[in-house]
């Protein structure tokens, strides 16, 4: 099927599609032959790279968002080994999540989450291993503390946000993470208006979650009303563009129905500039209209609040280079990614050099703002940053990453991906200073490079070396569905703990002694203080009458490194895991009479099986 291009160059989504299926076709069942014409030596080379000896250490965290499993996976790197997962939108009965009091709670109704985009707290522009944060398509974001790997804060759903995609992208001194809706809707939620009446009477939003400094609490901050596209991705300005959050929009058409069809009508969409200290200096003074119980600013009324750059078709990533000088933005119909000019954008500004307006928001002119239409390859996705200047972009259709170089534009380097690679991360590579050693190409299709497992296939990761002049691919790696976006930062940047100290534990049902464990009973409801340690469950029986409301109250009185004890109630649908030195709650009701058995379901110590103990309901 032959290409069909426009007068501007933008391909059509007819030959890209053909293309995708073309490549797909071609694409080798077992690459056998490949790995035959590599040489021994390469091969040599990049098993050195990849290789950590056991008992030593990767040099990074990669942490990898868990797409529809609502979950973080965690690798090493370069070994690409996987280290953990953390659960945060969905029970996770290997560590209990879900399933203790406390989390239980923060999950609410939901128990699955779409989780696309970890963003690591920041300070002066460089990643500082406190927290990460992650979204959630329902409308929420997620606070995971690096003291513990452990989910500590889940926000949301947040009033008038529409599938929260755009997110969570966090400015350099982590003062707001920030939020875009996927879907434009009538505001506020539970507002109807027929699908015709889409393009005035639905709206978007971006959002500001307000992060506290000292404890990473996360609070809303400040929303916009936004046109009625789709807002995709996001990045925050930082150094010379530091104070601005950019966001990529599709959809400009504000059309519906077969929007492969109906949202491909124009040249370009945009990606939307957004000051953000002008909006908290607004939302701090009051500013905005009530909408679903949300004061929301309308940046038609506040003139330098939000302006459109143009950018190629479909955009996904907006990327800012390190030094903040250029905001990236890739179109993934066209065979080019623009190099938009900071100071030029700001010139544009000052000179109201608009080429149009949507909804009262200027667009910039195009041709004004633009350094460079860098000619990456077919279906640019997403670009991260080496030092030295070098960029990386990751091309869809292509199945392949491009290595160029700001300032001058030129592509000097392209290196394959198996297959149709999404995202990618570099080490540190969205910071203001880019290690450059290695980058991950997150891949949406594997086609056979590994045993087979039937139908549903792993998700492809590939490591490539970028440590030297010429990109090099040294391994591959098949992770849980579906690994969306990831960022990668130096280990020792992140200060976990393995014990919960004593003296930190303020639980209030908390005990240290098995003396104090045991039931007191207040009308129909009893609490069970238990201690969990090598090799006993603390009482190792208890009685409850049919119909009560049990809390069981479970400290792990360890202090040793990994001594872990699990509480296992048959039956009961209950299993939690405590760490040592922690306390966590469980409550249910004893619905049925009878002896129920509970255990250990953490293997602890030799005597493990014998950690057990029931609980017997009259």
């Not at 534009?409 to 200073?433: C, F, R």
Request: charged share 20%; with cysteine.
């Amino acid at each position: 099927m032959p290409w069909i291009r426009s007068r501007t160059g933008l391909w059509t989504l007819v030959g890209l599609l053909a293309l995708i299926v073309t490549a797909s076709r071609c694409a080798p069942s077992a690459p056998r032959s490949e790995r035959r014409g590599v040489a021994t030596s390469d091969a040599a080379v990049a098993a050195q790279k990849t290789y950590v000896a056991p008992g030593d250490l990767d040099e990074y965290y990669f942490f990898a968002s868990g797409g529809h499993s609502g979950q973080i996976y965690v690798y090493g790197v370069p070994s690409m080994r996987h280290l953990s997962t953390i659960p945060v939108f969905t029970p996770y009965p290997a560590t209990g999540y879900g399933f203790d009091d406390e989390s239980r709670e923060m999950l609410g109704e939901l128990t699955w989450g779409d989780a696309h985009h970890p963003g690591l707290s920041e300070t002066n522009g460089d990643y500082d291993g406190r927290w990460l944060f992650i979204n959630d398509m329902n409308g929420r974001v997620a606070r995971i503390d690096l003291r513990d790997f452990k989910t500590k804060q889940i926000l949301g759903p947040i009033a008038n946000v529409s599938g929260n995609h755009a997110s969570t992208f966090v400015t350099p001194n982590s003062e707001y993470l920030v939020m875009g809706s996927r879907f434009s809707i009538p505001l506020p939620k539970g507002t109807v208006a027929t699908i015709d009446k889409y393009a005035s009477e639905y709206k978007g939003v971006v959002t500001g979650v307000k992060i506290d400094p000292k404890t990473g609490e996360m609070s809303l901050g400040w929303q916009i009303l936004m046109p009625p596209f789709d807002y995709d991705l996001g990045d925050a300005g930082k150094v010379a563009s530091d104070g601005f959050v950019f966001f990529t929009s599709y959809n400009t058409e504000r059309a519906t129905g077969k929007l492969e069809v109906t949202a491909s009508q124009r040249d370009r969409d945009y990606i939307a500039m957004v000051d953000w200290r002008m909006a908290e200096k607004l939302a701090a003074a009051g500013t905005g209209d009530m909408i679903g119980g949300v004061r929301v600013i309308d940046p038609a009324k506040h003139p330098g609040l939000v302006y459109f750059l143009p950018c190629g078709k479909s955009p996904h990533g907006v990327d800012v280079s390190p030094d903040g000088k250029y905001i990236i933005g890739s179109g993934k119909l066209q065979g080019v990614t623009t190099a938009f000019n900071f100071e030029k954008v700001q010139t544009a500004v000052r000179n109201k050099d608009f080429s149009g307006e949507e909804d009262g928001i200027p667009v910039l002119k195009y041709e004004s703002i633009k350094d460079a239409e860098v000619p990456v390859g077919l279906g640019p996705l997403h670009t991260q940053f080496g030092p030295d200047g070098y960029a990386y972009t990751s091309l869809f259709v292509d199945s392949a990453i491009a290595k160029w170089k700001l300032g001058t534009w030129e592509v000097v380097d392209k290196v394959p991906m198996s297959y149709s690679i999404g995202h990618l991360a570099a080490a540190e590579g969205d910071t203001v200073s880019p290690d450059g050693k290695y980058l991950v190409g997150l891949n949406k299709l594997s086609h056979g490079r590994h045993l087979s497992v039937g139908p549903s296939q792993p998700e492809s990761s590939q490591l490539v070396d970028i440590s030297e002049e010429k990109m090099k691919l040294i391994y591959d790696a098949f992770t849980e569905p579906e690994p969306h976006y990831a960022q990668m930062i130096k280990a020792d940047k992140v200060k976990p703990i393995e014990v919960y100290p004593k003296e930190e534990n303020t639980h209030p049902m908390a005990i240290w002694d098995v003396k104090d464990a045991g039931l007191t009973r207040t009308g129909n409801k009893v609490l069970v203080k238990m201690t969990a340690v090598r090799s006993t469950l603390t009482p190792t029986d208890f009685e409850v009458n049919e119909g009560d409301v049990v809390t069981v109250a479970i400290t792990n009185i360890e202090q040793t490194t990994d001594e872990l004890h699990g509480f296992g109630l048959l039956d009961y649908n209950i299993n939690i895991v405590v760490d040592p030195g922690e306390t966590k709650t469980v409550t249910f009701t004893a619905k049925k009479k009878g002896v129920y058995p509970y255990y250990c379901t953490n293997f602890c110590s030799a005597l493990h099986q014998e950690m057990q103990g029931y609980m017997i309901v009259r």
